[in-house]
């Protein structure tokens, strides 16, 4: 397979976009659609601060160094979650987020859950009796709640993670197959700012997740490859690989599925049937039936105008 | 004969066939792995020969946010 821009040896092929791309074009290609992405979805601009959550895996740091690259002044934020599993799991992605950082002269804040709050994530998640005995839920709580904090106390615009796409349709079939409306109307790219909460944006919302993998192989960035010993056999996880099962059989599935449903929460057509109960029928004010418009009714219309017609005559 | 190797397992396949149909035949999908050959990706057209080493890198992460 050639690359699509030069003819040489492809190393990339991206089937949902009909496009193969060699390792120099493709490490063009990456920087310049992440840069699209942040001002399609007006994300923040070079003149704001952002956090960037870093967690020693791929997605993250791949984030960074386009940010890092694109020239936006982000800073990382490494959360040490307590977590061993036997393979000294948050220990070694913590040297791998710190190496990144020192190779490119780049300012990592490292905050320890254990020295913050008494106890590592485990231990938290077993007195707090949270999560069927894993500790998923009180990790996510956790990670969210500080990350908050943090970009806030030290006065950062925007906090950005590493979400690719693959993680944003995981999370929109699980809560499709939920019909888990709440949920539904807040995914997308841009979380904006409200009282307390820091403005959150994902701008690899758009790239798969393979697209990821292969950026970090290209550019030689050393990222945590074992997975979290707890993330085995989890929900989203399932979800990915069924989702892989489709994108084989139906190259696009997962883009159109997450692009279809970022266009309809657009356009207001989630949950249509409240939306007309409740903000678009009026009653009629001289039959007092429901109608869609101001004013009366299509029937008192319809025979209003035909008593004038017959008037006329 | 060819190697593939994804995390702790191996898989062995006849040379001459595209690396596509190899991760077939190991019920492999495809969408989730990147191959490497000699420390370079290779694609799923790519045609492997005899005494090939596939080293297949997982792609797909979980956790929670």
Known sequence: MKCKKCGEKASVNMRQHKLALCKEHYLEWVPEQTERFIKKYEMF??????LVAVSGGKDSLALWDILHRLGYQADGLYLGLGIDGGIGYSHESQRLAQKFADE???KLHVVDIEKEYG?????LSEISHRGHGKPCAVCGLVKRHEMNRIARDLGYAVLATGHNLDDEAAVLFGNTLNWSSEYLLRQGPVLPSSDGLARKVKPLCRFYEREMTAY???RGIEYIYEECPFAEGST??????LLNQLETARPGAKLT?????????????????QNVGQAHLHPCPKCGQPTSAPGLCSFCRMIEKTQQLTLSE | MVKLILRDKE????AGMTLLSALKKCNIVPESVIATRDGEMILEDEILRDGDVIKL???ISGGTW
């Open chain 1, 45 to 50: 601009t070079h003149d704001e601060k952002v």
């Open chain 2, 11 to 14: 898989y062995e396949v006849k």
């Open chain 1, 119 to 123: 106890q590592p994530i485990p231990v």
């Open chain 2, 57 to 59: 890198v997982a792609v």
């Open chain 1, 236 to 241: 989203s996880i399932y979800y990915k690989e």
């Open chain 1, 104 to 106: 490119r002269g780049l």
């Open chain 1, 257 to 273: 599925f997450y692009l279809k449903f970022l266009e309809a929460r657009k356009r207001g057509d989630l949950f249509i049937e």
């Open chain 1, 216 to 218: 970090c192989l290209l």
